[in-house]
């Protein structure tokens, strides 16, 4: 389900009064109802207006004169306000966005690493004691040209049919590697998945052969 972020109570009224400022109904020199009368018509607390307020100050869309309330300064201020919230909207919604998709992206890969394993545990249940495990080990050379890649930019179950479910680096073992985690000379990649699977892993992580020109 789609959610909409709405933005803190004092950020919305800013806003409303910035545009009243910019359309004329608080001209420049008018002065801002007290705190105490906008609170009850936006029906916030004081102190939510007192930051609206502070912050249209900020902008010098009004000013704030101790015992005196505000008064507004300038209409193209209000304008540029206006603006400026607008763009940063649009960069709040992008970078939320930006963390659903990367969430999203986690919840499938998890979702594709519990398939893979049950598909393994199934076949195991039925196989015969003297059949291996459906595992295998692709090596990561020296020259390969996934070195310095993650899993997730190499595209790596959708390249070969596999999926990682194990990195061995040196004497430490990365279970459940997420698509995040980068690939080394000398790992050993721990593959689940079909023969076609680990020799696509091969092709996909052995060192392409150099082309020469001819002389």
Not at 13 to 36: C, F, K, T
């Amino acid at each position: 389900m789609k959610q909409t972020v709405v933005p803190a109570q004092y950020l919305q009224i800013a806003l409303d009064l910035a545009g009243r400022v910019a359309r004329g109904e608080l001209p420049e020199g008018s002065r801002v109802y007290g705190r105490s009368v906008m609170a009850s018509e936006y029906n916030v607390s004081p102190e939510t207006i007192r930051r609206a307020l502070r912050l249209l100050a900020d902008m010098k869309v009004v000013e704030v004169k101790p015992q005196s309330g505000a008064v507004v300064l300038s209409a193209d201020s209000a304008r540029r306000y206006m603006e400026t919230f607008q763009e940063d909207a649009g960069v709040r919604a992008l970078r939320r966005k930006l963390k659903t998709l990367l969430e999203e992206e986690e919840a499938l890969h998890r979702r594709i690493l519990e398939t893979a394993s049950a598909l393994v545990k199934s076949q195991d249940t039925f196989a015969s004691a003297h059949e291996p495990f459906p595992n295998y080990e692709v090596p990561v050379p020296r020259g390969s040209p996934v070195i310095g890649k993650s899993v997730g930019e190499l595209k790596f179950w959708q390249s070969t049919g596999g999926t990682i479910v194990a990195i061995r680096r040196g004497a430490a073992v990365i279970l459940s590697p997420g698509p995040y985690a980068e690939l080394y000379a000398g790992d050993v990649v721990v593959l689940a998945g079909s023969p076609a699977a680990a020799e696509a892993a091969h092709k996909l992580l052995e060192p392409k052969e150099e082309r020469h020109d001819p002389v």
